[in-house]
């Protein structure tokens, strides 16, 4: 029976072609997977560095056993990481640019110089072609 179906793939080659890319599918996401809970594990600041060394000694040494009990224990919490990480640098990233896009080279930023200017113009302390021209001066830097 087992020599028939290896007879089956042999006499079509299409189905030899199938079956060979379903395995290099498998192999790819194993290892996709086998990265991504390597990753987690040393991006985790909530575990210890021996913990961290016994659960990459386990995932390597038995990986299908080690990987399989990886996600049991801990897999409900990867995501809840992975998305604390992802805010976190998304914060980051917004400090950043409040802090670039409100300073200038002058030491204030073109808003904030605009701002005092429209506000000394509506207080009547400069006119409106003085405005303009300070306005203008403001955007030119």
């Known amino acids: 029976m087992k020599d028939s179906m290896v007879t089956l793939a042999v006499d079509y080659p299409l189905l030899n ?8 599918f498998c192999w790819v996401l194993w290892f996709m997977l086998l990265f991504r809970i390597i990753g987690d594990i040393f991006s985790d600041d909530e575990l210890g560095g021996w913990g961290k060394a016994g659960w990459t000694a386990f995932v390597i040494l038995l990986p299908f056993l080690g990987v399989f009990i990886y996600l049991i224990a801990r897999g409900r919490s990867m995501g809840e990481r992975e998305l604390n990480r992802v805010r976190k640098n998304e914060e980051q990233f917004k400090s950043y640019v409040r802090e670039t896009a409100g300073t200038s080279g002058t030491g204030g930023g073109h808003a904030e110089e605009l701002a005092r200017l429209a506000e000394l113009k509506d207080r009547g302390a400069i006119t409106e072609a003085e405005f303009a021209q300070a306005k203008a001066k403001v955007l030119a830097s």
Do not use: R
């Not at 072609?17 to 290099?24: A, E, K, P, Q, R």
């Open 17 to 24: 072609m199938f079956w060979t890319m379903l395995m290099i």
